[in-house]
């Protein structure tokens, strides 16, 4: 058997050239569940070296942990947590809004009645509060839209999920740049530059990643992702402040 990180041949349950586990598999249901849990109780090293790699080359190396060379890559539940928390504790310390706190915001704003005393429901003031839970129970919604936008392309949706995760984890550290920056620039063109920078390093990792057939078309298909996004997030908003009874 040869491992998959390296390629060196494998006698026992690890490498002995890089000490990767021997039985990786393709990423499905069960294995992400087991990488969800050692993220959360455990930090592995690779940190910088996925923080570079997805600076320089996102597609390579998102590709090599889904084909299973894993051992230097910080994993992705991980990433996208650490990330966004500092990227909140930033926020904090400058006392500015996260782009999530704004976005919410403005649809209950919208979603209100005109003349009506404005109330936010309990659930979003949570989704504000707790920026990087609230960025990985979004995941999946993204994942979703991601997933079906590029449904022919060779990733299941957990693996979609896994991508995302890297890609989120990554956006959190332009819209901590941009957080710092705002505490000595204030203009009210820094508040929708970070979203477009995020998007645009977003239609950058999947034109890495699903390099295969028409390019333009794959293009269309990164905002189709983002409109299928909006779509399912704001079914789920609107769901919920009805239920809330806002």
């Not at 889904?66 to 928390?85: E, M, Q």
């Not at 989120?168 to 620039?185: D, E, M, N, R």
Request: with cysteine; glycine share 6%; aromatic share 16%.
């Amino acid at each position: 058997m040869k491992c998959k990180n390296c390629g060196h041949t494998i006698d026992g349950k690890y490498c002995s050239h890089c000490g990767q586990h021997s039985n990786v598999d393709r990423i499905n249901l069960p294995n992400f569940l087991n990488e969800v849990s050692e993220s959360v109780f455990q930090i592995n090293k690779g940190f910088f070296y996925t923080l570079i790699s997805l600076f320089f080359r996102p597609g390579k190396s998102i590709r090599e942990f889904l084909n299973g060379k894993r051992k230097k890559h910080f994993k992705p539940i991980a990433y996208v947590l650490i990330l966004s928390t500092l990227y909140f504790l930033i926020t904090q310390i400058t006392n500015q809004n996260t782009w999530m706190e704004d976005l919410l915001s403005g649809f209950v704003e919208g979603a209100s009645e005109p003349n009506s005393e404005i109330r936010t429901p309990v659930i979003l003031t949570w989704f504000s509060a707790n920026f990087a839970y609230s960025t990985l129970i979004l995941l999946p919604i993204f994942s979703l839209a991601s997933y079906l936008s590029f449904l022919n392309f060779g990733a299941n949706y957990i693996e979609h999920i896994v991508i995302n995760s890297y890609v989120a984890g990554h956006q959190a550290i332009f819209y901590s740049l941009f957080a710092l920056l705002g505490t000595v620039i204030e203009s009210k063109l820094l508040e929708s530059i970070p979203v477009l920078v995020a998007m645009s390093y977003t239609c950058w990792v999947f034109w890495k990643l699903f390099a295969k057939g028409n390019r333009v078309l794959n293009i269309l298909r990164s905002f189709m992702t983002y409109f299928l996004y909006l779509f399912f997030s704001s079914v789920l908003l609107l769901a919920v402040m009805g239920i809330s009874g806002f």
